[in-house]
């Protein structure tokens, strides 16, 4: 008898050292699963609350150039490079936006991309209008929207004068905010 209890228990000792029992199995299974989900939760959360950081590192203060380069009372077209450029941009890289000038120090500079869809807006100095081509929108000289389907006016980069230069605060996606009242 002392044999099969010994042979019993070294079987069952075997058992359970050699591998995982299904029960094991299954509740590491689910505590993986239920920490996949609790991960595609939390992220997004933390992105949130994280923003702030985040946006604050994509915007960067460009020169357009000399500040004497814009006439008082004009609007001009003006081209800055990508802050966030990568070697195989070429060309895209470029980003063009509408400088107006109000009077000595005080400067308008607007994305040239429509609210609606992102379509490139044209200045028409006649008019004094930006017109969109794709569907008819338009915005008043000091960018608000006018008619036709745009919800908003056009984006406004913030901008500054030093030293004779004139600054925009760029970086961001000019679409993906609204602009400021």
Same mark, same amino acid.
């Given at each position: 008898?002392?044999?099969?209890? #010994? ?16 029960? *094991?199995? $299954? ?9 996949? $989900? ?12 994280? #923003?702030?950081?985040? !946006? ?34 070429? *060309? ?8 107006r000038r109000l009077t000595s120090d005080s400067f308008q500079v607007f994305s040239t991309n429509c609210s609606h869809l992102g379509c490139p807006v044209r200045w028409f100095p006649e008019s004094e209008l930006f017109m969109c081509p794709c569907h008819g929108g338009t915005f008043h ?5 006018? #008619?036709?389907?745009?919800? !908003? ?10 030293? *004779? ?17």
């Amino acid at each position: 008898m002392a044999t099969s209890e #010994s042979s019993q228990t070294t079987g069952e000792d075997s058992y359970r050292g050699a591998s995982t029992s299904r029960r *094991g199995f $299954l509740f590491r299974v689910a505590l993986l699963l239920n920490l996949l $989900l609790l991960a595609a939760f939390a992220l997004p959360i933390v992105g949130y609350l994280l #923003s702030p950081l985040r !946006r604050a590192a994509f915007l960067k203060w460009i020169s357009l150039g000399p500040a004497t380069a814009f006439p008082e009372n004009q609007t001009r077209l003006a081209v800055y490079k990508n802050p966030f450029r990568q070697p195989t941009d070429g *060309g895209s890289a470029d980003i063009p936006c509408w400088v107006r000038r109000l009077t000595s120090d005080s400067f308008q500079v607007f994305s040239t991309n429509c609210s609606h869809l992102g379509c490139p807006v044209r200045w028409f100095p006649e008019s004094e209008l930006f017109m969109c081509p794709c569907h008819g929108g338009t915005f008043h000289a000091d960018g608000a929207r006018a #008619s036709g389907p745009p919800p !908003r006016g056009l984006y406004v980069y913030p901008s500054k004068v030093e030293n *004779g230069e004139l600054w925009i605060n760029a970086g961001e996606m000019p679409l993906m905010t609204l602009p400021k009242p």
